[in-house]
C-alpha cells in the first residue's frame, strides 16, 4: 500500500511512522474498541473476525501489505468492528491516528489508496460471508491458504489446527480431514505447526470459486491504478517537454 | 450546537425520510439534488447489478433493499439490508462507480433516486453528506461482516427472528410481504427450513404467516428468539452518530 504512493507523500507519511514487530496471535484492536494506531503491514498479516455467542468468530477478512488495518478511521469513525487478530507475525509500520488523520486529509493519493482499499475489503467480507455459509471446509481451507501465501509472498506458513479451525468457523476435526484430503493430493504438506503449498495450480483448482473472483478484482483494481499512475506520469513528462 | 445536535435539528425540521438526506440543510438539499426525484420500486425489482456501473443511486424512505452477493452454486445470499438509514450505490461515496452485488427491492415502496453524476458532485461539494455517507458506510461493513458470522453458526429460527425485525425497522412495518422461497434465499437454507422456522414461530404466537407475508405480533418476545445479532447491528447503526 505505502509502496504505490507517490514518492513525496511517502516520504511525508516516513516522518510519522514507526516500525512496530507484531507477533502471531496479538490482538491490535478488539471489536468496538477504540482504534489508537492504523498498521501498515511489511510481511505479517492480520484477521479480521467477527465474534458471535463470545466463543465463536468467524474470519471475514484478510489484510496485508496491500492494506491497512484500522480503516474505520478513514471513513471518521475510530471504532473497530471486527476484532484484529495477527495470523502472520512480522513487522508493520503504524502511526498514531491523530498523524493518520492530518496525513489523510493532506494526501490525496493516500485517501484514493484507501478508499479503492476499503472496497476491495467489503468485497472480501461479502464474498467470504457467502462462501462460509456455503461452501464445503476442505474447498474453503485451499482458498484461505491460498489467500495468506499471497498476502505474505511465501508457499511455507506456520499456523496450528486449532488456529485454522478458529478461522474457518469448524471444528477442529473438520480441519483434520480437509487437511489430510489436501496432502493425499500433494497439493499441500502439514509438519509441526507448518504448512507448505506443494502444488499452487491444483491447490487454486481444489478451492472454491471464491478465490479467484476476489483475486482477480484485486488485481483489477492494482491494475487500473499502475495505469493511472502511468498516465500521471505520460502528462507530467508531456508537461515538461512542452 | 455541536454537529450532532445540528443534524438532528435538521431532520426535525425537513424530514426528507432518509437519514442520510436529512443531514443537509434545506438550501445545500436544493442546490445539490436538484435533480433527484421520488420513484415506487416494485418488490423483485434489480437496482444494481454485479459490475455494472451505476446509473442511479436510491435512498430509501419506506422500501427495504436486500445486498446480496452471487455465489457459485447456490442462489444469491442476502449479506445486508438498506433502509431509510442508508442508500444504494454507496461505494460512489469511495469514488468507485459499480458495486459487486447485486442489489433487490425486498419490501415495495418509495425512495428517492438520482442519477451518480450529480451525486459525485455534491458528495464533492458537501462536507456533512461526506462524513454521512462515510459513517453509513462503516456501518454497513459492520453489518455484512457480523451477518457473515451469524449466518454462518446461528439456528435458521433465530436467524428468521433478526431478519424479520430487521426488516421491521429500516422500513418501519410490522406486516412484511414476503415468500418462503426469497426468505430461504435471504437466510441461505432450503425453503423447508424456512416453513419449520416460520411455522415453530407461529406456533408461539410471535409472527402470523399469510399467503406472501408475515406479521410481527409480539416484537418485545420476537426480539428474545433472535440471535444477539438483531442488538449488536442495532448498536452499529446507532453508533454512526457516537464516535468522532
Redesign the interface.
Same mark, same amino acid.
Given at each position: 500500500m505505502l509502496a504505490g504512493l507517490p514518492r513525496k507523500d511517502y516520504r511525508k507519511l516516513l516522518l510519522v511512522l514507526e516500525p512496530v514487530k507484531l507477533n502471531f496471535g496479538q490482538v491490535l484492536y478488539e471489536s468496538q474498541s477504540r482504534i489508537r494506531h492504523v498498521y501498515f503491514p511489511n510481511d505479517c498479516f492480520v484477521s479480521m473476525l467477527t465474534g458471535v455467542d463470545g466463543d465463536r468468530s468467524a474470519e471475514v477478512g484478510l489484510i496485508g501489505s496491500e492494506g491497512m488495518i484500522g480503516l474505520p478511521v478513514a471513513l471518521g469513525i475510530a471504532v473497530s468492528p471486527f476484532r484484529a487478530v495477527v495470523q502472520g507475525g512480522g513487522t508493520a509500520m503504524r502511526m498514531k491516528i491523530a498523524d493518520f488523520r492530518r496525513e489523510f486529509s493532506e494526501s490525496v493519493a493516500l485517501k484514493r489508496e484507501l478508499f479503492l482499499f476499503t472496497h476491495l475489503l467489503m468485497i472480501q467480507i461479502a464474498q467470504t460471508a457467502a462462501c462460509n455459509r456455503f461452501h464445503p471446509v476442505s474447498q474453503r481451507m485451499a482458498r484461505w491458504m491460498l489467500m495468506t501465501s499471497d498476502r505474505i509472498k511465501s508457499n511455507e506458513f506456520r499456523i496450528t489446527q486449532e488456529f485454522l479451525a478458529l478461522m474457518l468457523g469448524v471444528r477442529r476435526v473438520g480441519v483434520s480431514v480437509a487437511a489430510s484430503g489436501l496432502r493425499e493430493r500433494k497439493l499441500m504438506a502439514y509438519r509441526r505447526g507448518s504448512f507448505t503449498i506443494l502444488n499452487h495450480r491444483g491447490l487454486v483448482a481444489a478451492a472454491c470459486g471464491c478465490y479467484k473472483i476476489v483475486k482477480d478484482v484485486y488485481a483489477r483494481a492494482q491494475g487500473k491504478r499502475d495505469l493511472s499512475h502511468q498516465h500521471r506520469r505520460i502528462r507530467t513528462r508531456n508537461r515538461t517537454n512542452e | 450546537m455541536n454537529s450532532r445536535g445540528r443534524i438532528r435539528a435538521h431532520t426535525a425540521q425537513q424530514g426528507h425520510g432518509n437519514s442520510l438526506l436529512d443531514v443537509l440543510r434545506h438550501a445545500d438539499f436544493q442546490r445539490l439534488f436538484a435533480g433527484i426525484e421520488p420513484v415506487t420500486l416494485k418488490f423483485g425489482e434489480v437496482l444494481q447489478e454485479p459490475g455494472v456501473p451505476f446509473r442511479h443511486v436510491y435512498f430509501p424512505i419506506d422500501c427495504v433493499i436486500s445486498?446480496l452477493?452471487?455465489?457459485? #452454486?447456490?442462489p444469491d445470499?442476502g449479506?445486508a439490508l438498506i433502509g431509510r438509514e442508508g442508500m444504494v450505490g454507496i461505494?460512489l461515496a469511495?469514488?468507485?462507480g459499480s458495486s459487486? !452485488?447485486r442489489a433487490l427491492v425486498q419490501n415495495p415502496g418509495t425512495a428517492m433516486r438520482m442519477e451518480s453524476a450529480p451525486l459525485r458532485r455534491a458528495i464533492f461539494q458537501s462536507m456533512p453528506l461526506r462524513?454521512a455517507l462515510? !459513517?453509513y458506510?462503516?456501518a =454497513?461493513?459492520?453489518q455484512? #461482516?457480523? =451477518?457473515?458470522? &451469524?449466518?454462518?453458526?446461528?439456528p435458521v429460527q433465530a436467524r428468521l427472528a433478526r431478519y424479520l425485525l430487521m426488516t421491521a425497522d429500516h422500513a418501519n412495518l410490522t406486516e412484511i410481504r414476503l415468500t418462503q422461497e426469497f426468505l430461504a434465499s435471504m437466510l #441461505?437454507v432450503e425453503r423447508s427450513a424456512v416453513t419449520h422456522a416460520s411455522g415453530a414461530l407461529e406456533k408461539d404466537g410471535l409472527i402470523k404467516c399469510g399467503r406472501g407475508k408475515m406479521t410481527i405480533l409480539d416484537r418485545k418476545r420476537l426480539g428474545a428468539a433472535s &440471535?444477539? &445479532?438483531y442488538q449488536i447491528i442495532k !448498536?452499529?447503526y446507532a453508533?454512526m452518530y457516537a464516535?468522532?
Open positions: - | 445486498l452477493t452471487p455465489i457459485e #452454486g447456490h445470499l449479506i461505494p469511495l469514488g468507485i459487486s !452485488r462524513q462515510y !459513517r458506510k462503516h =454497513l461493513v459492520g455484512i #461482516g457480523q =451477518l457473515a458470522a &451469524c449466518n454462518q453458526f446461528h #441461505g &440471535c444477539e &445479532c !448498536r452499529i453508533s464516535h468522532g
